[in-house]
């Protein structure tokens, strides 16, 4: 099975060989084609996503990605908003759940972020009306809402899930976020086996903080999303630098193709020195590999990581040792059993 990887750059490539090692570990052989993205693109073909980077993922359908950064200031496009707009990648998905070993003030937090990704501001349409007066456009389309508020229902449906939270601003946004909302209520009709709930995206935030055991399915647009993602990872995270960014698995999903990635960046400040936490991108290979048909291999990784975590040997900084990303990946994969 051929499958895209790009290693992306700062702690990417360490994380990505640690993923392809654990993947190699299940017993599922991938040919991996990398393609290049990133600093190390933008410094070789003067762009950070060549075309050949996108038309490889379009071959082969799959990829998974480490972090890319867009150098600012040079007027390029952020990959990540270039990635999702130009393969259609409308729909992301963040699973967020306490890992065992982990302490956190929750105890059960197990909710999936699903993100709206090609509208909204997120999406990046700005422009100068006169000097010193900028305009950003939220773009809200029916068309947009209805993919990704039926693909959150289907995910329910999927992974056997009781609630969607539409998360939304209506109240202020009346236009933008009331079409939303409208076409949210219109969706959940045709799945009344799944409770339904629409709730104001500030009192998300207050209920996450407060007791987040009451969310399980989430959906809502592009910029939410990212933050509620990156408060997600911070409610299963240990307290420590990064939180629980080394730990959340991330995907993008279109109608043909799929790109799975750690919900974390490039973290410069540990780049290069091997001590990142290679476990969210680990994760989001397991993920991938449910995805390409192998269920019983993300099992066997994910069984990998939460015996790794409970034996508490070799464990990175950010999770409270004083090991490497190679000595986690030894762990996780003595723990995945035969
Ligand atoms: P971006 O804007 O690209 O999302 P960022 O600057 O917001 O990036 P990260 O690059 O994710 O954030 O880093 C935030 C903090 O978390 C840094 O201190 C970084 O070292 C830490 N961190 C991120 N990912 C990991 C990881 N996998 N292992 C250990 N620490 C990490």
């Known amino acids: 099975m051929q499958i895209v990887l790009i290693e992306g750059d700062g702690i990417g490539p360490e994380v990505t060989q640690a993923a392809c090692r654990v993947v190699a570990a299940t017993g599922v052989k991938i040919d991996w ?25 379009r071959r082969y359908r799959v990829a998974l990605k480490g972090p890319c950064t867009t150098p600012i200031g040079k007027g390029y496009k952020s990959i990540n908003v270039r990635l999702r707009q130009g393969l259609g990648l409308f729909a992301s ?52 809402a209805e993919r990704i508020v039926r693909f959150a229902f289907e995910l329910a449906r999927h992974h056997g899930r009781r609630m969607v939270t539409f998360c939304h601003k209506a109240d202020v946004m009346r236009l933008s976020d009331g079409l939303f909302l409208e076409v ?43 933050l509620i993602s990156d408060l997600g990872a911070g409610l299963i995270g240990p307290a420590g630098p990064g939180g629980g960014l080394g730990l959340v698995p991330g995907a993008n999903f279109g109608t043909q193709y799929a790109v799975f990635e750690a919900v974390h960046g490039s973290a410069p400040d540990i780049a290069g020195k091997g001590i990142a936490n290679p476990i969210a991108v680990i994760r989001s290979a397991a993920m991938l590999l449910e995805y390409v048909g192998r269920p019983e291999a993300m099992a066997k990784i994910e069984r990998g990581v939460a015996g790794a975590l409970q034996a508490g040997e070799g464990l990175t900084r950010d999770l409270g040792g004083t090991g490497t990303t190679n000595s986690i990946t030894d762990q996780i994969i003595k723990h995945m059993g035969a």
């Open 33 to 57: 084609v990398k393609g290049p993205a990133g600093i190390p693109a933008a410094e070789r073909y003067g762009d950070p996503l060549p075309d050949e980077t996108l038309e490889m993922i």
């Open 93 to 144: 998905v963040r699973p967020v759940n306490t890992l065992p070993g982990i302490r956190t003030p929750y105890e059960k937090v197990d909710l999936i972020v699903v993100r709206e990704n090609t509208e909204g501001l997120y999406a990046g349409m700005e422009h100068e009306v006169v000097p010193g007066v900028v305009e950003s456009v939220r773009l809200i389309t029916r068309g947009a």
């Open 184 to 226: 949210a209520r219109t969706v959940a009709e045709d799945y009344p086996f799944i409770q339904f709930e629409e709730k104001p995206i500030d009192n998300v935030c207050l209920e996450l903080a407060m007791d987040p055991s009451g969310f399980d399915v989430l959906v809502m647009e592009n910029l939410f999303g990212d």
